[in-house]
Nanobody, 120 residues
Framework: QVQLVESGGGLVQPGGSLRLSCAAS????????MRWYRQAPGKEREFVAD???????NYADSVKGRFTISRDNAANTMYLQMNSLKPEDTAVYYC??????????????WGQGTLVTVSS
């Protein structure tokens, strides 16, 4: 089936940068929207950013101007470049995609998450 795998998380100091990747694999015809969410301990999952199949982007106010979402359609991969990181960015980051399997079938797929810790 289809799988999403996040990578790139880790420990970084405030003001630092990380780049997350989300690679989709399996029998994929096309991927429509791709999204990043995050969840801090004890808190609900929240939207971070998304990108349409055509490359139109949208960001949560909390990350606007600091994060950049992008995608490589040939590789079925999405990226999140995170700059000027703050302690409040600490969370498990999840990717989410609308995967077109056939002309009649589209599914929503979640990755397992990658942990980002911003701390001095």
């Amino acid at each position: 089936q289809v799988q999403l795998v996040e990578s790139g998380g880790g420990l970084v100091q405030p003001g630092g940068s990380l780049r997350l990747s989300c690679a989709a694999s399996g029998s994929i015809f096309w991927i429509n929207a791709m999204r990043w969410y995050r969840q801090a301990p004890g808190k609900e999952r929240e939207f971070v950013a998304d990108i349409t199949g055509g490359g139109i982007t949208n960001y949560a106010d909390s990350v606007k101007g600091r994060f950049t979402i992008s995608r490589d359609n040939a590789a079925n991969t999405m990226y999140l470049q995170m700059n000027s990181l703050k302690p409040e960015d600490t969370a498990v980051y999840y990717c989410n995609s609308d995967v077109v399997l056939t002309t009649r079938s589209t599914i929503v797929v979640w990755g397992q998450g990658t942990l980002v810790t911003v701390s001095s």
